[in-house]
């Protein structure tokens, strides 16, 4: 069965400092890997995907994220935090093989930026 | 681009009434939209997988005579709760991509139904 991890439910950073949020996935085949960010009482916005390629991929807001299959993770990281930045992130997975579309979502991490 | 609406941003409903969310894509085609369902402080559960001119796929445990899904054109998905009742409050959000395999899914605003 597919599945994603986000073993933090809260991250804490200062400002100005690097964060990473963190995410393991587990499904068969090639997957297709999605950050999300959420604020609160609106849907989600799209950050970054990996689909192939590069295994760093660079998003949204100065965010990136590198893709490891050895480890099978997607962490996301930002060289320097900002305040703005504090919200919750969602990794998803999507089937590689699979045209349906489905997401599989992580169960989220609130990441919280003091200045 | 790739905007989506969801229409409307709140509404609160008395037990037993029925209500309908439009989801618009409003610069691009969609040809899957996605609906799912978030409790507070929770992740997203996928309730069902809509293309145009079909019928919606919906998940398992996830009644289909509840929550009708219609799919009219490649703009416009709607979702309506049907006799709803205070356990279906929830905030209800919309997806859409623009074709299949990869393609990114772009998510609406939300919506927050209260059930009285």
């Known amino acids: 069965a597919q599945s994603v991890a986000q073993p933090e439910d809260q991250v804490n950073v200062a400002e100005g400092n690097p964060l990473t949020v963190k995410c393991t996935y587990s499904v068969s085949g090639n997957p297709y890997l999605f950050w999300y960010v959420q604020y609160p009482n609106r849907g989600l916005q799209f950050l970054l995907k990996?689909?192939?390629?590069?295994?760093l991929v660079k998003g949204s807001y100065g965010f990136e994220a590198e893709f490891n299959k050895s480890q099978t993770s997607f962490h996301l990281k930002k060289p320097s935090a900002l305040v703005s930045d504090s919200a919750l992130y969602f990794c998803a997975v999507q089937h590689g093989s699979s045209n349906t579309g489905k997401l599989i979502f992580g169960q989220g991490t609130t990441l919280q930026v003091k200045p | 681009g790739a905007v989506v609406s969801q229409h409307p941003s709140w509404v609160i409903c008395k037990s037993g009434t029925s209500v309908k969310i439009e989801c618009r894509s409003l610069d691009f085609q969609a040809t899957t939209m996605f609906w799912y369902r978030q409790f507070p402080k929770q992740s997203l559960m996928l309730m069902a997988t809509s293309n145009e001119g079909s019928k919606a796929t919906y998940e398992q445990g996830v009644e289909k005579d509840k929550f009708l899904i219609n799919h009219a054109s490649l703009t416009l998905s709607t979702l309506t709760v049907t006799s709803a009742h205070p356990e279906d409050s929830s905030f209800y959000i919309c997806?859409?991509?623009?074709?299949?395999?990869?393609?990114?899914?772009?998510f609406g605003p939300g919506t927050r139904l209260t059930v009285l």
């Open positions: 990996y689909i192939t390629g590069d295994n």
């Open positions: 997806s859409a991509r623009m074709g299949f395999w990869t393609d990114t899914q772009y």
